[in-house]
């Protein structure tokens, strides 16, 4: 044990917020990067594709 007190304070009507660093999915789709792999998205009629994985996704 570090011996520190562990203080649990809650923010009542904040929604949780995610870490600085940890980009959603979509978020990550929207930047144009791929949410499996983190490779740089090809754009194709409408729909994103990440020659790397394969990975797919249609806004449509
Ligand atoms: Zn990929």
Known sequence: MS????????????PAQPAPNAVSDD???KMGICPVCDNKLAYQEGCKLCYACGWGGCTT
């Open 3 to 14: 011996g520190e007190p562990e203080e649990s304070v809650v923010f009542k009507g904040m």
């Open 27 to 29: 978020q990550k789709i």
